[in-house]
């Protein structure tokens, strides 16, 4: 079978709603419910209130097939070229002990590098250390902000800011919250050329020299795939983590890109974070069709992107430790996927749905509204922990969880009404992935998942994931209304004359 033909065959089901899907089989939570188990800590992943039945689970098996995907993901943890655009492959999966022997043992000599300066760090080899302001942009620094933010709020090591935005307003309020004799810098730059990190280390530097730090670089951690050009703004090499030039930026945390992560919680959490990224990279490896986790959410993703024109999906993490998840997911997702050729240059067709979010049960008073009655069908990924993260009353807890799990309810089920004002459709679909704690090792393969997710609905789609061409263009023209003599659309003309800059 084609892809094509797998693709035709796929069109042809039926459309039952959820509620009939459920009456049909009285099996069907467990036939779509799985489980990674992570030591003493697991992930429930329910795909139950989707539209996947037996027959189209079967149909996207044959789409698998036929799309080379057992040779793909082999390419992917082999460490060959899996990234044609670039001619390079892509090893995030090695930074965590599951890859390319070479690649593997490279990762853990610069983990190694990597744990001994945040131990000597920690132990004062650098004088006391309070603050670190974590300067990157993009995967340098939607992955640390995230996880830092997940797992370092409890009592941190180090108080970690993570400045991405060129404006100044956000360094400024890194600032004032740190003591620039108890601060260090880190630098994150795959390149150490990128405009915004770059300007904004030196104004880092500057505000340092200003307040008195007599040598200000020799505060300055580089995270980079060229330590050269660290070397060359002055960074001493024994400050220098390097990583390997096939790691992309969004999927970089797992590298020296990590190092603020591992500063703020220490790196025996930092590396059960590994840990539990390479038990999803091994499931994801090792298992094959529907039972395989993030291939399962794929075909879900698919169904809805090409089978029902769904344009959006929404992700709602019912844990406030997790609010910076969608933000984390749109460039996973997006910057991956956002395509619209093929690998061969043809029009390939819709790739990725815009990814949306928020955190529950705030979204609730906001979004939900439009996701219950409005005209979109919006598949829906809701994510908690049974755990609570806090140590007030289970009250609280009690009352979060009940909300996630009655809004799938509701979105699913709906509610007939005389009055069209209050009359909700239902059959609204939605997946449930239920940590039993957030933890590190949990968080870490909850991250791993959602790649692999991400790769094997590249596969189906013969989209290439790890380039992203889409995002210079923009920094291309930027750099011609620096250096002045060029000439552009009236509106941007005008634009330009108003803020002084033309």
Not at 40 to 48: A, L, Y
Not at 78 to 86: D, F, K, L, M
């Amino acid at each position: 079978m084609t892809r094509d033909e797998a693709w035709n065959a796929l069109a042809l089901h039926p459309d039952p709603t959820l509620e009939e899907l459920f009456a049909a089989d009285p099996d069907r939570v467990d036939k779509l419910t799985g489980r990674i188990e992570l030591g003493e800590v697991g992930i429930r992943f329910d795909w139950s209130k989707t539209h996947l039945t037996d027959e189209l689970l079967a149909e996207f098996e044959a789409l698998a097939e036929a799309s080379d995907f057992g040779e793909m993901r082999d390419r992917l943890f082999g460490g060959e070229v899996v990234n044609p655009t670039e001619n390079r492959a892509a090893e995030h999966s090695a930074l965590r002990g599951v890859g390319q022997d070479a690649s593997v043992e490279e990762a853990e000599a610069l983990r190694e590098r990597m744990k001994l300066l945040v131990g000597a760090i920690h132990e004062g080899a650098l004088g006391e250390v309070k603050h670190l302001i974590h300067v990157g942009i993009g995967g340098s620094a939607l992955g640390p902000a995230l996880a830092v933010d997940a797992l370092g709020r409890d009592d941190p090591k180090v108080d970690v800011h993570v400045v991405s935005n060129i404006d100044g307003v956000a360094l400024e309020e890194a600032f004032a919250a740190c003591d620039p004799a108890t601060t260090l810098i880190a630098v994150a730059s795959k390149t150490f050329t990128t405009i915004e990190t770059m300007t904004n280390a030196h104004s880092a530097l500057k505000w340092l020299a200003d307040n008195g730090v007599s040598d200000p670089t020799g505060r300055v951690i580089a995270l980079t795939a060229y330590p050269e050009k660290a070397v060359e703004w002055g960074v001493d090499e024994t400050r220098i983590l390097p990583f390997a030039e096939s790691v992309g930026g969004r999927y970089s945390l797992w590298s020296s890109i990590g190092f603020p992560i591992a500063i703020a919680i220490g790196w025996d959490d930092f590396q059960a974070m590994l840990d539990g990224a390479a038990a999803m990279d091994r499931h994801f490896r090792d298992t094959d069709g529907r039972a395989n986790l993030p291939l399962r959410a794929a075909f879900s993703d698919l169904f809805y992107l090409r089978l029902r024109g769904c344009q959006t999906r929404a992700v709602f993490a019912y844990d406030e430790r997790l609010r910076l998840l969608p933000d984390y997911l749109q460039q996973l997702e997006m910057e991956s996927n956002g395509k619209r050729v093929t690998v061969h240059g043809e029009p390939s067709g819709p790739t990725a749905p815009i990814t949306w979010g928020g955190v529950g049960t705030d979204a609730q008073h906001a979004v939900f509204q439009l996701l219950h009655q409005g005209t979109h069908m919006v598949p829906i990924d809701f994510i908690a922990s049974i755990e609570p993260g806090d140590m007030l009353d289970s009250a609280h807890h009690h009352i979060l969880l009940m909300n996630c799990f009655a809004q799938g309810a509701a979105l699913m089920a709906g509610k007939q009404s005389d009055d069209p004002h209050r009359n909700y459709p239902g059959n609204r679909p939605s997946a449930t992935i239920l940590c039993d704690d957030l933890d590190a090792t949990t968080f870490g393969a909850l991250i791993a998942f959602h790649e692999h997710r991400v790769f094997a609905a590249a596969v189906m789609l013969d989209i290439n994931p790890f380039d992203q061409f889409g995002v210079e263009l923009g920094k291309e023209i930027a750099k011609k209304i620096e250096k002045g003599g060029e000439r552009f659309d009236a509106s941007t003309e005008a634009l330009l004359k108003v803020s002084g800059l033309g």
